[in-house]
């Protein structure tokens, strides 16, 4: 280690809000109530496809939080490292201290040095408390607004909350968004930066290898992610558009369009569930002036499309929550040059490289990493390849993880491959899973609610005790209630809502209320103003 590293200070800053502005020195911890650890993690548990259980990269993960907690002199402070189910480069801590990493760090990542930066980065988000100082709720009630979107538009009609087939790899992935974690501001991820430095030189670690290689693979993954995005988006569009044509023009052969009373436009609303039901007040352009109905699909189907890509748009811009990698690296580099001195430490690859060779940890990063290859397959229009590669994604260690069974599930319906019953019998393999995934559990409440609606609520009200009923599982359960026809229950329930949770008031109003409703009132906040810009930017598309 440098002689300058040796004598690292950690002493200075505010107790009430401390601020670093170096590399070298760190305040002393703020004063602070810490929430109740085990509703914060349950937060995260029903938050987006939950956690992945990976117990030996867990260990392994928070042996390293060890050394780091230790160094900033706070042994003691709660919280521990989770997984998950994210194939890009993400990672979030919460109030709670618990730290979040996504599978596709574990799977870029080429040294501890790398890993170490990532958690100390984020352990700086929690010694610093910045999620008391800054406002961090709201990110969250508009992301679960855009979400809850996505659920609206994507194969399914307005009464029913059951997966159908998602056809849309972008809405699959929005459907799997995290809503809790806020979009820090630059100067609020430099400050993390400076902290992480600080205890990685101290720990001696490589910063090269580390926090300069971390901005670097982010700055490459933003670049590449977006450019196969948008490949697999165009891909999957060109298939889906000829296949809209397709279905609808068979379908005109043996259902002749009937004119609409009054003598006015072609009605085409009965013909369009072969492409998915979109929203109500969409479906009521499709009827002006219908013309062929090939045609008439196929412009449907290019309005669907842009509403699905302003609903992975509106995320993207939400979620773009590391500010400019390449802007910090510059600045944090020339904070931490005058320290290097001239050894400069190695990479250190073998115990990163054996922690992922540990148990079950290589096989679960293997099926993680093939859903890029199902991906491919499903954009192509290649159902029943892509079930192979599902069918192996959700087995194994993944038999019961959320995010594979949902994509083994989905693929089974696009494919026709399997009846509902098996499709839910799968969905259920994660009730027997460390960590549930609330989006699985409330998909088979509905799918039980078919059946028997007694039922299908009895287990949603087991599922929403199970997981605390955590705020972001409210809109949910408001939801049902609302479908069901319990319109008064589902706004009693959104009352207690937003008391209880004033952070979800826009998500668990909007989750009360009826489509019509949701429009015209502003109560809704975010959630009506993004319908409607999606829905104005829908209506050019269609025919006049």
């Known amino acids: 280690m440098p002689g300058a590293l040796s004598n690292l200070n950690l002493g200075g800053g505010s107790p009430k809000g401390p601020t670093l502005d170096t590399v070298g020195s760190i305040p002393p911890p703020p004063a602070r109530d810490w929430p109740d650890i085990k509703l914060d993690l349950m937060n995260a548990r029903a938050d987006g496809w939950g956690l992945v259980p990976m117990p030996e990269m867990e260990a392994y993960l928070n042996g390293l939080l060890a050394t780091i907690k230790k160094t900033a002199g706070t042994p003691n402070y709660p919280g521990s490292v989770h997984i998950i189910s994210e194939i890009g480069l993400n990672a979030n801590s919460s109030a709670g201290g618990n730290i979040f ?20 980065h984020e352990f700086g988000h929690i010694y610093l ?18 979400v809850s979107l996505a659920w609206t538009v994507t194969n399914k009609s307005p009464t029913s ?53 971390f901005f670097e693979r982010v700055i490459a993954y933003d670049q590449d992610a977006k450019a196969r995005r948008q490949k697999l988006r165009e891909k999957q ?42 929203r109500e007040a969409v479906s009521q352009y499709t009827s002006a002036r219908a013309g062929a ?32 990698p390449a802007a910090r690296e510059d600045n944090l580099t020339a904070l931490v040059r005058p320290m290097l001195g001239d050894k400069l430490p190695d990479a250190r690859t073998e115990p990163w490289n054996a922690a992922r060779k540990r148990g079950s940890t290589p096989l679960i990063l293997a099926h993680y990493k093939s859903i890029s290859d199902m991906q491919d397959l499903q954009a192509a229009g290649n159902y ?76 949603l009200l087991q599922q929403f005790d199970y997981f605390g009923r955590t705020s972001v599982t409210w809109p949910n359960v408001i939801s049902w209630y ?30 009360s209320q009826a489509p019509a409703q949701k429009k015209s009132d502003d109560q809704a906040g975010g959630f009506s103003k993004a319908v409607d810009k999606m829905l104005d930017q829908a209506k050019g598309l269609l025919p006049k």
């Open 482 to 511: 609302r479908e069901h026809g319990d319109i008064n229950r589902a706004k009693q329930l959104a009352t207690t809502c937003w008391t209880e949770h004033p952070e979800m008031r826009a998500a668990c109003v909007a989750a």
């Open 384 to 459: 029943s390849q892509a079930l192979q590669v599902a069918t192996t994604i959700a087995s194994g260690p993944t038999a019961d993880h959320a995010y594979p069974v949902f994509l083994l599930s989905n693929m089974m319906t696009l494919s026709r491959s399997a009846p509902p019953d098996t499709q839910a019998q799968v969905l259920r393999r994660n009730l027997a899973s460390r960590d549930r995934s609330w989006a699985v559990q409330t998909n088979l409440a509905n799918r039980i609610g078919q059946k028997d609606p007694k039922q299908g609520e009895a287990f």
């Open 161 to 213: 909350n059951t997966w159908t087939g998602v056809d849309n790899i972008a809405v699959v992935q929005t459907l799997g968004t995290r809503v809790l974690f806020p979009a820090w501001q630059r100067s609020v991820e430099e400050q993390a930066d400076r902290f992480g430095a600080t205890i990685s030189l101290r720990c001696g670690y490589s910063y090269v290898d580390g926090f300069k290689a």
């Open 129 to 146: 408390n910045h999620h008391a100082i800054f406002d961090a709720r709201t990110a969250g009630d508009t992301s679960l607004a855009i």
């Open 293 to 324: 109905q090939a045609s008439v699909a196929e412009s449907l189907f290019d309005a669907r499309a842009v509403i699905d890509d302003q609903i992975s748009a509106q995320l993207e811009t939400l979620h773009d929550d590391h500010g400019d």
């Open 237 to 278: 569009l060109q298939a889906g558009r000829e296949k809209a044509g397709q279905q609808a023009a068979a379908q005109a052969r043996t259902q002749p369009i009937a004119p609409a009373v009054g003598g006015g436009a072609a009605q085409t609303v009965n013909q369009l569930t072969s492409i998915g039901e979109l």
């Open 101 to 120: 990493v996504s599978i596709g760090w574990l799977q870029s990542a080429e040294s501890e040095d790398e890993i170490f930066a990532i958690l100390s």
